[in-house]
């Protein structure tokens, strides 16, 4: 994991170098939202046969850039991942406080519509398991710490669409795959989460 840690850490520096030339400064650095959003999400490894599960995203985000063509994004977002399991009719729900560092890296300088590329580290903490068998209610898994470990970090990686909808004011989309590095059960093998996530929201600059 660290050499992942490592090589992720190099990449944004070279990408942040090449896009660093010919930038303009920006007069207002910070930029904060909302998003909401959908996520599809499984798990991977050792996990046995499972399928992709809908879920729900939703948090605020920051941004600084102090120049045009990058700037680092943090957000804070409620996550619901888990994963399907046809064989048995269950829905296994896994509730995080996701937290995405991330470089984003604007294609173009300036403009009302700023397409961009971002990429960096997710560091999740899971605050709670549900199952769901059939057309049943959710049960809440009382005891979710003996079953799986509450941190989960990963990469994570994609693509926004900023359209300027007003002064200072855009309106985002962000579409990005989140790929878990850290085995997120307690049981023999190794288990680990994937999944995509596409969230619109509202940015305000000052």
């Known amino acids: 994991m660290k050499n992942q840690i490592m090589r992720l850490t190099a990449v944004m520096a070279v990408l942040s170098l090449a896009m660093s030339f010919e930038t303009i400064a920006q007069d207002k650095v910070w930029s904060v939202g909302p998003e909401v959003g959908v996520s599809l999400s499984k798990y991977g490894t050792d996990a046995g046969a499972n399928d ?15 120049v045009n063509t990058f700037g680092i994004t943090t957000k804070l977002l409620y996550s619901q991942k888990g994963a399907s399991f046809k064989s048995v009719d269950t829905k296994q729900t896994l509730n995080y406080i996701e937290v995405p560092v991330i470089g984003r ?4 300088k300036e403009g009302n519509f700023r397409p961009n590329i971002f990429v960096g580290p997710s560091f999740g903490f899971l605050t709670g398991a549900t199952n769901k068998v059939g057309s049943n209610d959710r049960v ?7 079953v799986f470990n509450t941190f989960d970090f990963g990469v994570t990686g994609g693509m926004g669409f ?22 997120i059960t307690k049981a023999p093998g190794v288990v680990n989460n994937n999944s995509f996530g596409l969230t619109a929201g509202l940015s305000f600059e000052f």
Do not use: C, P
């Open 52 to 66: 992709f599960k809908s879920g729900a995203i939703g948090g605020l985000f920051v941004t600084y850039s102090i």
């Open 105 to 108: 890296f604007f294609l173009n």
């Open 140 to 146: 809440k898994i009382d005891n979710y710490q003996t």
């Open 162 to 183: 900023n359209f300027l909808i007003s002064d200072d004011t855009y309106f985002i989309i962000d579409a990005r795959y989140t790929h878990g590095l850290s085995d």
